[in-house]
Protein backbone atom coordinates (compact mmCIF):
# COMPACT_ATOMS: atom_id res chain seq x y z
CA UNK A 1 0.00 0.00 0.00
CA UNK A 2 1.51 3.66 -1.18
CA UNK A 3 -0.11 5.42 1.88
CA UNK A 4 0.49 3.27 4.68
CA UNK A 5 4.34 3.95 4.30
CA UNK A 6 3.41 7.69 3.87
CA UNK A 7 4.27 9.92 7.12
CA UNK A 8 0.76 11.80 8.54
CA UNK A 9 2.28 14.92 7.28
CA UNK A 10 3.03 13.98 4.07
CA UNK A 11 -0.23 12.72 3.69
CA UNK A 12 -2.23 15.49 5.06
CA UNK A 13 -2.56 17.90 1.88
CA UNK A 14 -4.24 15.25 -0.40
CA UNK A 15 -7.06 15.49 1.39
CA UNK A 16 -10.23 17.77 0.57
CA UNK A 17 -11.42 18.29 3.81
CA UNK A 18 -9.89 20.63 6.11
CA UNK A 19 -10.72 18.23 9.42
CA UNK A 20 -9.38 15.37 8.14
CA UNK A 21 -5.85 17.56 7.14
CA UNK A 22 -6.19 18.85 10.66
CA UNK A 23 -6.27 15.41 12.44
CA UNK A 24 -3.21 14.31 10.12
CA UNK A 25 -1.40 17.57 11.21
CA UNK A 26 -2.23 17.36 14.85
CA UNK A 27 -0.84 13.67 14.72
CA UNK A 28 1.88 14.51 13.51
CA UNK A 29 3.14 17.64 15.87
CA UNK A 30 1.55 15.89 19.20
CA UNK A 31 3.25 12.83 18.07
CA UNK A 32 0.50 10.80 18.69
CA UNK A 33 -1.92 8.52 16.74
CA UNK A 34 -4.40 7.91 19.96
CA UNK A 35 -7.90 8.47 19.77
CA UNK A 36 -9.59 8.12 23.15
CA UNK A 37 -13.35 6.69 23.45
CA UNK A 38 -15.21 8.05 26.12
CA UNK A 39 -17.84 5.63 27.34
CA UNK A 40 -19.16 6.82 30.77
CA UNK A 41 -22.28 8.26 31.50
CA UNK A 42 -21.91 11.70 33.14
CA UNK A 43 -20.55 15.08 31.78
CA UNK A 44 -18.18 15.97 34.67
CA UNK A 45 -16.79 12.61 34.50
CA UNK A 46 -16.12 12.66 30.38
CA UNK A 47 -14.58 16.07 31.44
CA UNK A 48 -12.34 15.01 33.84
CA UNK A 49 -11.03 12.02 31.82
CA UNK A 50 -10.68 14.64 28.12
CA UNK A 51 -8.37 17.07 30.36
CA UNK A 52 -6.14 14.48 31.19
CA UNK A 53 -5.97 12.60 28.42
CA UNK A 54 -5.63 15.63 26.37
CA UNK A 55 -1.99 16.17 26.24
CA UNK A 56 -2.03 12.23 24.63
CA UNK A 57 -4.02 12.18 22.04
CA UNK A 58 -4.76 13.34 18.74
CA UNK A 59 -8.92 12.72 19.05
CA UNK A 60 -12.15 12.22 21.62
CA UNK A 61 -14.52 9.54 20.46
CA UNK A 62 -17.95 10.18 22.35
CA UNK A 63 -21.25 8.35 22.43
CA UNK A 64 -23.56 11.81 23.53
CA UNK A 65 -26.44 9.46 23.82
CA UNK A 66 -24.75 7.91 26.67
CA UNK A 67 -24.40 10.89 28.82
CA UNK A 68 -27.07 11.32 31.40
CA UNK A 69 -27.08 14.77 31.71
CA UNK A 70 -25.91 15.81 28.56
CA UNK A 71 -26.55 19.35 27.64
CA UNK A 72 -24.85 22.43 26.12
CA UNK A 73 -22.61 22.57 28.75
CA UNK A 74 -21.49 19.43 28.11
CA UNK A 75 -19.96 20.06 24.70
CA UNK A 76 -20.12 23.98 23.32
CA UNK A 77 -21.15 25.48 26.10
CA UNK A 78 -18.57 27.50 28.41
CA UNK A 79 -14.87 27.19 29.53
CA UNK A 80 -15.35 23.66 30.67
CA UNK A 81 -16.93 22.05 27.82
CA UNK A 82 -15.82 19.62 25.61
CA UNK A 83 -15.34 21.97 22.73
CA UNK A 84 -13.26 24.27 24.95
CA UNK A 85 -10.98 21.20 26.15
CA UNK A 86 -10.49 20.28 22.75
CA UNK A 87 -8.92 23.63 21.35
CA UNK A 88 -6.71 23.61 24.81
CA UNK A 89 -5.08 20.79 24.20
CA UNK A 90 -5.59 20.70 20.27
CA UNK A 91 -7.61 17.00 19.63
CA UNK A 92 -10.27 16.55 17.00
CA UNK A 93 -13.92 15.19 18.64
CA UNK A 94 -15.70 12.43 17.26
CA UNK A 95 -19.02 12.00 17.90
CA UNK A 96 -19.96 7.67 17.07
CA UNK A 97 -22.85 8.27 16.23
CA UNK A 98 -23.49 5.05 13.64
CA UNK A 99 -26.05 7.21 11.88
CA UNK A 100 -27.79 4.59 9.67
CA UNK A 101 -31.08 5.60 8.26
CA UNK A 102 -32.03 7.63 4.89
CA UNK A 103 -30.77 11.36 4.09
CA UNK A 104 -33.29 13.37 5.32
CA UNK A 105 -33.64 11.39 8.65
CA UNK A 106 -30.01 11.56 9.30
CA UNK A 107 -29.33 15.24 8.18
CA UNK A 108 -31.94 16.09 11.24
CA UNK A 109 -30.31 13.83 13.54
CA UNK A 110 -27.03 15.09 13.04
CA UNK A 111 -28.04 18.79 13.25
CA UNK A 112 -31.13 18.55 15.56
CA UNK A 113 -32.64 16.87 18.97
CA UNK A 114 -31.21 17.06 22.06
CA UNK A 115 -27.59 16.71 20.58
CA UNK A 116 -27.50 18.99 18.19
CA UNK A 117 -24.09 17.45 16.96
CA UNK A 118 -22.97 19.01 14.13
CA UNK A 119 -22.91 21.62 15.85
CA UNK A 120 -19.63 20.56 18.21
CA UNK A 121 -18.76 17.20 16.62
CA UNK A 122 -15.68 17.61 13.65
CA UNK A 123 -16.56 14.23 12.84
CA UNK A 124 -19.44 11.63 12.71
CA UNK A 125 -19.62 7.93 12.02
CA UNK A 126 -22.03 6.46 9.74
CA UNK A 127 -23.17 3.06 8.39
CA UNK A 128 -22.86 2.52 4.55
CA UNK A 129 -25.85 -0.28 4.56
CA UNK A 130 -28.71 2.83 3.84
CA UNK A 131 -26.29 3.83 0.39
CA UNK A 132 -25.43 7.23 -0.73
CA UNK A 133 -28.08 8.82 0.55
CA UNK A 134 -26.70 9.24 3.73
CA UNK A 135 -23.64 10.38 3.16
CA UNK A 136 -25.57 13.12 1.01
CA UNK A 137 -28.17 14.26 4.21
CA UNK A 138 -25.17 14.32 6.49
CA UNK A 139 -23.24 16.18 3.93
CA UNK A 140 -25.81 18.90 4.25
CA UNK A 141 -24.99 20.09 7.45
CA UNK A 142 -20.92 18.53 7.43
CA UNK A 143 -19.78 20.40 4.47
CA UNK A 144 -20.28 24.10 5.06
CA UNK A 145 -18.79 23.74 8.21
CA UNK A 146 -16.22 21.89 7.00
CA UNK A 147 -16.49 18.26 8.98
CA UNK A 148 -15.95 14.83 8.05
CA UNK A 149 -17.93 11.44 8.03
CA UNK A 150 -16.44 8.50 8.89
CA UNK A 151 -18.04 4.99 7.05
CA UNK A 152 -17.93 1.84 8.96
CA UNK A 153 -15.90 -0.18 6.67
CA UNK A 154 -16.34 -3.62 9.39
CA UNK A 155 -17.01 -3.76 12.63
CA UNK A 156 -14.55 -5.58 15.55
CA UNK A 157 -17.52 -7.25 17.12
CA UNK A 158 -17.61 -11.23 16.73
CA UNK A 159 -19.94 -12.46 13.58
CA UNK A 160 -20.58 -8.71 12.44
CA UNK A 161 -21.99 -8.88 8.72
CA UNK A 162 -19.71 -6.97 6.78
CA UNK A 163 -17.90 -8.87 4.24
CA UNK A 164 -15.66 -8.22 1.87
CA UNK A 165 -18.25 -7.30 -0.90
CA UNK A 166 -19.56 -4.89 1.61
CA UNK A 167 -16.29 -3.33 2.38
CA UNK A 168 -15.82 -2.68 -1.23
CA UNK A 169 -18.67 -0.86 -1.52
CA UNK A 170 -18.68 1.22 1.33
CA UNK A 171 -15.00 2.28 -0.22
CA UNK A 172 -16.42 3.29 -3.55
CA UNK A 173 -19.22 5.32 -1.76
CA UNK A 174 -16.45 6.99 0.26
CA UNK A 175 -14.65 7.41 -3.26
CA UNK A 176 -17.18 9.55 -4.55
CA UNK A 177 -17.64 11.72 -1.56
CA UNK A 178 -14.51 12.70 -0.30
CA UNK A 179 -14.58 16.02 0.53
CA UNK A 180 -16.82 14.88 3.43
CA UNK A 181 -15.94 11.21 3.89
CA UNK A 182 -12.37 10.98 4.83
CA UNK A 183 -12.07 7.40 6.15
CA UNK A 184 -13.22 4.28 7.89
CA UNK A 185 -13.79 2.74 10.36
CA UNK A 186 -11.98 -1.17 9.68
CA UNK A 187 -9.86 -3.38 10.99
CA UNK A 188 -7.30 -3.54 7.75
CA UNK A 189 -6.31 -0.99 4.99
CA UNK A 190 -8.00 -2.43 2.60
CA UNK A 191 -8.57 -0.66 -1.30
CA UNK A 192 -6.41 2.17 -2.28
CA UNK A 193 -8.10 2.13 -5.99
CA UNK A 194 -11.16 0.77 -7.56
CA UNK A 195 -9.47 -1.90 -9.48
CA UNK A 196 -7.93 -3.44 -6.26
CA UNK A 197 -9.13 -6.38 -4.43
CA UNK A 198 -6.97 -7.10 -2.06
CA UNK A 199 -5.11 -4.34 0.39
CA UNK A 200 -1.38 -4.79 -1.17
CA UNK A 201 -2.35 -4.61 -4.95
CA UNK A 202 -2.83 -0.64 -5.23
CA UNK A 203 -2.22 0.54 -8.64
CA UNK A 204 -0.32 4.13 -7.32
CA UNK A 205 -2.31 5.87 -10.89
CA UNK A 206 -5.72 5.93 -9.09
CA UNK A 207 -4.99 5.39 -5.25
CA UNK A 208 -6.93 7.15 -2.99
CA UNK A 209 -6.00 8.01 0.48
CA UNK A 210 -8.18 7.74 3.26
CA UNK A 211 -7.69 7.39 7.11
CA UNK A 212 -8.32 4.39 8.88
CA UNK A 213 -9.23 4.35 12.52
CA UNK A 214 -9.53 1.53 14.79
CA UNK A 215 -11.38 0.25 17.20
CA UNK A 216 -11.14 -2.80 19.53
CA UNK A 217 -7.33 -2.08 20.81
CA UNK A 218 -6.47 -3.49 24.24
CA UNK A 219 -3.10 -4.14 25.82
CA UNK A 220 -4.82 -6.69 28.36
CA UNK A 221 -7.76 -8.49 27.21
CA UNK A 222 -8.73 -10.11 24.02
CA UNK A 223 -12.22 -9.96 24.79
CA UNK A 224 -15.13 -8.58 26.47
CA UNK A 225 -17.70 -11.57 26.94
CA UNK A 226 -20.43 -9.09 24.98
CA UNK A 227 -19.08 -9.83 21.49
CA UNK A 228 -15.85 -6.88 21.15
CA UNK A 229 -12.54 -8.53 20.23
CA UNK A 230 -9.09 -6.88 20.50
CA UNK A 231 -5.95 -6.50 19.19
CA UNK A 232 -2.54 -4.72 20.07
CA UNK A 233 -1.48 -1.52 18.42
CA UNK A 234 1.40 -2.86 16.63
CA UNK A 235 -1.18 -5.78 15.02
CA UNK A 236 -3.33 -2.63 14.03
CA UNK A 237 -0.87 0.13 12.93
CA UNK A 238 1.44 -1.53 12.01
CA UNK A 239 0.37 -5.62 10.41
CA UNK A 240 -3.11 -4.27 9.12
CA UNK A 241 -1.58 -0.57 8.06
CA UNK A 242 -4.47 1.01 9.98
CA UNK A 243 -3.37 4.63 10.99
CA UNK A 244 -5.43 5.46 14.04
CA UNK A 245 -5.97 3.38 17.41
CA UNK A 246 -9.45 3.87 19.21
CA UNK A 247 -8.87 3.09 23.25
CA UNK A 248 -11.66 2.70 25.63
CA UNK A 249 -11.79 0.71 28.76
CA UNK A 250 -8.23 -0.19 28.23
CA UNK A 251 -7.35 3.34 29.14
CA UNK A 252 -10.56 4.49 31.53
CA UNK A 253 -11.75 0.82 33.16
CA UNK A 254 -11.24 1.13 36.88
CA UNK A 255 -11.57 4.90 37.00
CA UNK A 256 -14.75 4.92 39.02
CA UNK A 257 -12.81 3.95 42.05
CA UNK A 258 -11.08 7.15 41.94
CA UNK A 259 -13.87 9.34 42.04
CA UNK A 260 -14.68 11.71 44.92
CA UNK A 261 -17.97 13.08 44.73
CA UNK A 262 -18.38 12.34 40.82
CA UNK A 263 -15.37 14.22 40.40
CA UNK A 264 -12.28 12.18 39.44
CA UNK A 265 -9.41 12.30 41.78
CA UNK A 266 -5.71 13.55 40.95
CA UNK A 267 -4.52 9.45 41.44
CA UNK A 268 -7.31 9.35 38.71
CA UNK A 269 -6.40 11.47 36.05
CA UNK A 270 -2.59 9.98 36.89
CA UNK A 271 -4.35 6.63 36.07
CA UNK A 272 -5.65 8.22 32.92
CA UNK A 273 -2.34 10.07 31.63
CA UNK A 274 -0.11 6.96 32.57
CA UNK A 275 -2.59 4.45 30.50
CA UNK A 276 -2.59 7.08 27.74
CA UNK A 277 1.27 7.59 27.22
CA UNK A 278 1.67 3.71 27.03
CA UNK A 279 -1.20 3.29 24.24
CA UNK A 280 0.32 6.35 22.76
CA UNK A 281 3.93 5.38 22.44
CA UNK A 282 2.82 1.38 21.76
CA UNK A 283 0.93 3.32 18.83
CA UNK A 284 3.18 5.74 17.49
CA UNK A 285 6.28 3.33 17.87
CA UNK A 286 4.52 1.16 15.29
CA UNK A 287 3.56 3.65 13.00
CA UNK A 288 7.31 5.26 12.93
CA UNK A 289 8.39 1.30 12.41
CA UNK A 290 6.37 1.29 9.62
CA UNK A 291 7.08 4.13 7.44
CA UNK A 292 10.44 3.15 8.00
CA UNK A 293 11.31 6.33 10.08
O1 LIG B 1 -12.11 0.05 23.75
P1 LIG B 1 -13.57 -0.27 24.10
O2 LIG B 1 -13.93 -1.69 23.75
O3 LIG B 1 -13.91 0.10 25.49
O4 LIG B 1 -14.47 0.71 23.21
C1 LIG B 1 -14.49 0.66 21.82
C2 LIG B 1 -15.29 1.80 21.26
C3 LIG B 1 -16.76 1.80 21.62
C4 LIG B 1 -17.47 1.29 20.38
O5 LIG B 1 -18.71 1.92 20.17
C5 LIG B 1 -16.50 1.67 19.25
O6 LIG B 1 -15.21 1.76 19.83
N1 LIG B 1 -16.47 0.72 18.13
C6 LIG B 1 -16.72 1.14 16.81
C7 LIG B 1 -16.69 2.52 16.38
C8 LIG B 1 -15.61 3.40 16.77
O7 LIG B 1 -17.44 2.93 15.54
C9 LIG B 1 -16.87 0.21 15.79
C10 LIG B 1 -16.60 -1.13 16.04
O8 LIG B 1 -16.62 -1.96 15.15
N2 LIG B 1 -16.25 -1.50 17.30
C11 LIG B 1 -16.18 -0.62 18.34
O9 LIG B 1 -15.83 -1.03 19.45
O10 LIG B 1 -17.13 3.14 21.88
Not at 68 to 87: I, N, P, Q, S, W
Amino acid sequence: SPFARLSYATRAPSFPNPTARRLLSLASSKRTNLCLSVDVTSTQLLLDIADAAGPYICALKTHADIVEDFDFETTVGGEKGLKAVAEKNGFVIFEDRKFADIGNTVHLQYSSGIHHISSWADFVTAHSVPGPGIVSGLAKAAKPLGRGVILLAEMSSKGNLCDEMYRKKTWEMARENRDVVVGFIGMQRYFESASDSAPDSAAESDATDFLYLTPGVSLTASSDGLGQQYRTPEDVVETSGCDFIIVGRGIYAGVEEHLDGGVLSEKGKEMIRRRCEEYRKRGWDAYERRIGK
